[in-house]
Nanobody, 128 residues
Framework: QVQLVESGGGLVQAGGSLRLSCAAS????????MGWFRQAPGKEREFVAA????????YYADSVKGRFTISRDNAKNTVYLRMNSLKPEDTAVYYC?????????????????????WGQGTQVTVSS
């Protein structure tokens, strides 16, 4: 079992930046692909970004490409989401997720149903 705990959310003005962190328990963290998702009120949970177990490949939703950066530190069992140039439409609860399937190539899961473990979420609010 893996437990994920997000932190770093908050209130920021449009154009500002935040860095979210997701701390994971368990020795298997370094073998998991990790993802970030978000859910705004009244909307479906949507994919934001994902990173392979090694950190060698990443993938982003078009809506955040060029503004957000996902990274990980396997020694610290932590995955990060750096968010720059934030917009009001980025306002949502942000969740990190872990996919326990070990992918040997560069494939990255992008569907929420592919992920096995979820954190409780952290609120990000961007004011205009």
């Amino acid at each position: 079992q893996v437990q994920l705990v997000e932190s770093g959310g908050g209130l920021v003005q449009a154009g500002g930046s935040l860095r979210l962190s997701c701390a994971a328990s368990g020795r298997a963290f370094s073998s998991y692909a990790m993802g970030w998702f978000r859910q705004a009120p009244g909307k479906e949970r949507e994919f934001v970004a994902a990173i392979t177990w090694s950190g060698g490949s990443t993938y982003y939703a078009d809506s955040v490409k060029g503004r957000f950066t996902i990274s990980r530190d396997n020694a610290k069992n932590t995955v990060y989401l750096r968010m720059n140039s934030l917009k009001p439409e980025d306002t949502a609860v942000y969740y990190c997720a872990a996919d326990k399937v070990y992918y040997t190539g560069s494939y990255l899961p992008r569907d929420k149903y592919e992920y096995d473990y979820w954190g409780q979420g952290t609120q990000v609010t961007v004011s205009s």
